[in-house]
């Protein structure tokens, strides 16, 4: 009980729980949100505690106990939830602007996956992290009334999937690839330039490709999907990357399910990045947009 013991006026002296429940009463919590710290201690909240706010943990630790007492579970949500909060773009030092109906829907989702043996952190990591960035920081909070918070997960799915794939919105969220398509040996690479891009890649091939996103909003990363020429065949998705020297380097390669690719493929993937580097190194234009895109990354870092 350590961080919500400066909620008391004997700071640094042993506090008995009756005192401690009522001055958090005072702050907000209520009878469930009391019996879950009760129960839990400093373990409820530890997982989203924000350890570069070192003085902010009190607020943080009643904020969270807070949100979890609205979401009427009476249980702690599981440690891969909690911890998964921690990615979410909140702009607020603590979890206090998380609707409650938001999270208990997605606290619902995950566990009806984990009895049905699914893979809940790949869609913690993609579904809710693209839904939680959409809600959070574009506009998607002011789109999805409580009524449709309270139908869950399905219903909010839906909604971000079709403000996604408005003209006008998914414009707003792509990137510039820069290089779009490369014929090479037999295979076709094709950018892939959207958040909905990535994840419909993912659901193809199998794989967590989508939780490239956020690198390559920033700049850092393209990724492009390879095909076969002759059939037409799904072969492999590409990632590459710029390396400290600002150079364009294959970063990874993988097949459907992350299977291993053939060496020829391998060898191929390369022509990608001399297309990258050449237009670095020729077009003044493309490297004066790189080199901006570099210094709004850094500044986002």
């Known amino acids: 009980m350590m961080y919500l013991l400066d909620l008391t006026e004997k700071k640094g002296e042993i506090v008995g729980m009756g005192a401690l429940k009522k001055t958090m009463k005072a702050r907000g919590v209520n009878q469930r949100g009391w019996r879950l710290f009760a129960d839990y201690g400093d373990r409820l909240y530890m997982p989203v505690l924000n350890h570069e706010e070192a003085r902010n943990f009190t607020a943080q630790a009643i904020a969270w106990i807070r949100v979890l007492q609205a979401c009427e579970m009476d249980v702690p949500p599981p440690l891969y939830l ?26 619902k989702a995950a566990v009806c996956m984990e009895y049905q043996e699914a893979k809940v952190q790949t869609f913690l990591d993609e579904d809710v992290f693209f839904v939680a960035t959409w809600y959070f920081s574009q506009g998607g909070m002011e789109k999805v009334s409580n009524g449709q918070l309270k ?24 990137w510039r690839s820069w290089v779009n398509r490369v014929e090479y040996d037999g295979y076709v690479f094709e950018a892939l330039t959207s958040p909905m891009a990535l994840y419909l890649e993912g659901k193809t091939m199998e794989h967590c490709i989508a939780i490239y996103t956020h690198g390559c909003r920033l700049g850092k990363q393209r990724v492009y999907a390879v095909t076969e020429k002759r059939t037409g065949e799904r072969a492999a998705t590409m990632t590459v990357k710029l390396n400290t020297a600002n150079v364009w380097e294959v970063d990874e390669v993988h097949g459907p399910e992350n299977d291993d690719v053939s060496e020829r493929l391998l060898l191929s993937t390369d022509a990608v990045c001399r297309s990258l580097n050449d237009l670095y190194r020729i077009s ?3 490297r004066g947009a790189m080199n901006k895109q570099m210094k709004h990354t850094t500044k986002e870092e």
């Open 82 to 107: 909690s911890k998964a909060v921690t990615s979410w773009p909140l702009f607020g030092s603590t979890t206090s602007e998380i609707p409650p109906l938001f999270l208990r829907a997605i606290w």
């Open 284 to 286: 003044w234009k493309i």
């Open 151 to 174: 139908a869950g997960w399905e219903t909010i799915w839906k909604i971000y999937e079709e403000d996604l794939r408005l003209p006008q919105n998914s414009e707003q969220t792509s």
